[in-house]
């Protein structure tokens, strides 16, 4: 009670947690302004969507670390093990429908809307 | 064992059941919205000729949002850490502070669609906007929940005071909020940032 709760190790988590989420939501930001306002020509797409998705994925494991306290718990970690196993749907879910989608739009190009309406 | 310890070490056991309970809704809502990313990913080239991202979103507008929600996600874990150490005000000013900051994100975000709405480019526009009204608005509809379930909390914490039941429900608060923000992140990141490149 006696020991402020701004001096606490606690706190100071928090606090990084909370700096470099917004160095890294500034960052990726400042990358698309950069590329938007230039007129589209200072990086590649490719860098582009990497280093956005890489910002992204950066920021949620600080947040489970620094917010939520993931791998400090006590065992057995249900906490860890449930979210694994999400992450784990979750992953087949996004990239699934991504690849499958990709595809169909892929070996369907060459097909007129009318030329499918007569496949069936 | 006297019979306040017993007591005690029950409602410890009952708020560790209740926390995981809770963590595994938490997942499941995010399998929620995952399944609603996967649909904007999927139709967000469909635009049927009407407008596409890059033309509707505006960066400052979306970063003034993110920074907003990221900074009541910190001050919403500090209201926890206040009431993890029994100080009554410190918890209610944090609280309160989260509120304010997801009170004002929330009157961005309804500001943004129906600014949408007015421009002629409804949730009826086409695939690419019904999908992303489904996956920004369900976003929206959990912080509205969040915000009521964070002024009940305040209402308790005004009749009751902290005690093991308020803590526990700050504690479920502020998981939710939490994974609030870290939905957003992917909102801003591929709905916005990688909507205007």
């Known amino acids: ?25 500034l960052f990726a930001w400042f990358i698309v302004w950069r590329h938007v306002s230039s007129g589209h020509v200072v990086y590649s797409h490719l860098f582009i969507r990497i280093s956005i998705v890489a910002c992204a994925v950066i920021q949620m494991l600080i947040q489970f670390v620094f917010f939520l306290h993931l791998g400090r718990e006590k065992k057995p970690r249900w906490n860890l093990h449930v979210l694994l196993a999400a992450i784990g749907v979750i992953i087949i879910l996004v990239l699934g429908s991504i690849w499958i989608m990709d595809n169909l739009n892929y070996n369907m190009m060459n097909i007129t809307p009318s030329q499918a309406d007569s496949a069936f | 064992m006297t019979k306040i310890s017993m007591l005690q070490n029950e409602i410890q056991k009952e708020t560790e059941t209740s926390l995981l309970g809770f963590w ?9 919205f995952a399944s609603l990313f996967a649909v904007f990913i999927v139709l967000r080239n469909n635009t049927a000729g009407g407008k596409a991202g890059s033309d509707l979103f505006s960066l400052s507008f979306i970063l003034t949002e993110t920074i907003i929600l990221l900074t009541s996600s910190f001050t919403s874990g500090l209201a926890l850490l206040a009431a993890q150490r029994s100080h009554l005000k410190q918890t209610v000013i944090w609280l309160c502070t ?9 009157i961005l975000e309804l500001h943004e669609f129906t600014k949408l709405d007015h421009s002629g480019n409804s949730w009826r526009g ?7 009204f489904t996956l920004v608005g369900t976003h929206g509809l959990h912080i509205t929940i969040g915000l009521l379930w964070l002024f009940a909390t305040l209402g308790y914490l005004y009749k009751k005071g902290l005690n093991e039941v308020s803590v526990r429900r700050i504690t479920m608060f502020s998981i939710f909020w939490h994974f609030l923000d870290i939905v957003w992140i992917f909102i801003f990141s591929v709905v916005y940032l990688l909507g205007v490149i």
């Open chain 2, 126 to 132: 086409s695939a690419f906007l019904s999908s992303y």
């Open chain 2, 98 to 106: 989260t509120g304010l900051l997801g009170t004002s994100f929330l």
């Open chain 2, 24 to 32: 595994i809704y938490m997942m499941t809502d995010c399998i929620v």
């Open chain 1, 1 to 25: 009670m006696n020991t402020s709760m701004y001096q606490s190790k606690a706190f100071k988590a928090y606090l990084c947690g909370f700096f470099l989420s917004l160095l890294l939501t």
